[in-house]
Each structure stands twice: as structure tokens, then as C-alpha cells.
């Protein structure tokens, strides 16, 4: 059994449908807690209502990333996390709290890595002019929005698009891809060489969700 916390900031639509996967499908995990940065953050009250223990460390206390990043761990130590997930969560992590739950720590990032790293994805993919955006859930390493992929899903970028219509499309797969991918980490699935994940047990085509297109 695998105790999980997940850390968000904001509304926390990937985190209610990693709960919702996680019971549904009875995964050998327990959801110790939701964590926020940000007392305000309208996720809180999704997980509440979800019957998830919910905490807020916030960012806002704390002087700098270390100290910060040092709460952080703190509750994450007390609840015997063994995977961490950021589902949404909009802070940068130190390198010491990105080693200390190296292979044990996810990310769900609005795009098709590496392309967009960073924030304002859908913007930046609209302005590339490129046909093909989506979402990635990936292992954290210190440099940003880089680890290795474990999940990736493409949705099309349509006629009259803007930023939030684009987002809302990503938004659909990301809830398909993430619990998805926690669970391989949740069965001890993902290996890691050379930067690159592999997940055993799963076909190559089962880490790719393609929505639309001809
Ligand atoms: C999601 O689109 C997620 O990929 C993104 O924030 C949104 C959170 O939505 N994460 C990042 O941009 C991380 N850099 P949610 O709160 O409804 O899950």
C-alpha cells in the first residue's frame, strides 16, 4: 500500500480525478492528504468534499524557497508519504526537496514537452502557430518542467482557438493521463535510464492519448 499526497494550488481538477481513480479503481494507494500553497486555493474545498484530509503550507510564511520547501518536507515526512504528485501546484522546487523524492515525484505540465516549458503554455503554443498541443506527466528533476516522461497526450489546436478554449481541451486529457500514470508509479512500474523512463508491463501506445486529428 503506497500512501500518497498530492500538492496543489489552484482549482485542483487533477487532483479530484486522481482521488476519484484511485478509489474507483481500488489502487494499493491511500490519498493522505491534499496540500496547498495558498489557503484560498478552491481545490481545498473539491477535497474536502472528496473526504481527502487537507493541509495548507503557505508559501506566503516563509521567508524564501528553502524554508519553504523545509515545511513542505516536514509534512510530507509526518505523513509517511511515499509519492508525491503535483497536481497543478505553482511553485518551484529547491534541488534538495526535488532529490529527496527523486523517482517519487510527479508532474502534470500543460504541454508537449519539451516544447513550452514554463507558464502560460497555451498562449505560447497559440502564438507558435504549432498544430498540435497537449500535456505531460513526467518525474521531477531539478531542471524545470524536464524529467522523464511517463505519459503524454495531444489534442489538435482548432480554428478560433484561444488561450482558455485550448486550455479546456488540455485540461480533458490531462484528467485521462494522470491517474493513469500515478498508478504505474503506484504499481512500481517506471524505471528510469538514462533520463528516459521506461514502464514496464505497458505498451508503448497506452503513454499516448491522441484526441482528434485525421
Ligand atoms: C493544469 O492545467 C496543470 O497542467 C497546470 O495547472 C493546471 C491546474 O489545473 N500545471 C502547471 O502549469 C504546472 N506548471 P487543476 O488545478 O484544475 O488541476
Known sequence: MKTVAILISGQGSNMASLVRACRDEHWPARIAAVIANRAEAAGLEVARGLGVPVEVVAHTAHAGRESFDAALTERLDALGVDLVVLAGFMRILTEGFVSRFAGRLVNI??????????????????????????????????????????????????????????????????????????????????RVSEGRAEVVGVPADERLLWEGGR
Do not use: C, N
Open 109 to 190: 505540465h500543460p504541454s508537449l514537452l519539451p516544447a513550452f516549458p514554463g507558464l502560460d503554455t497555451h498562449a505560447r503554443a497559440l502564438a507558435a502557430g504549432v498544430r498540435m498541443h497537449g500535456a505531460t506527466v513526467h518525474l521531477v528533476t531539478p531542471a524545470l518542467d524536464h524529467g522523464p516522461i511517463l505519459a503524454q497526450a495531444a489534442v489538435p489546436v482548432l480554428d478560433g482557438d484561444d488561450a482558455s478554449t485550448l486550455a479546456a481541451r488540455v485540461l480533458a486529457v490531462e484528467h485521462r493521463i494522470l491517474p493513469k500514470a500515478v498508478r504505474w508509479l503506484v504499481e512500481d512500474r517506471v
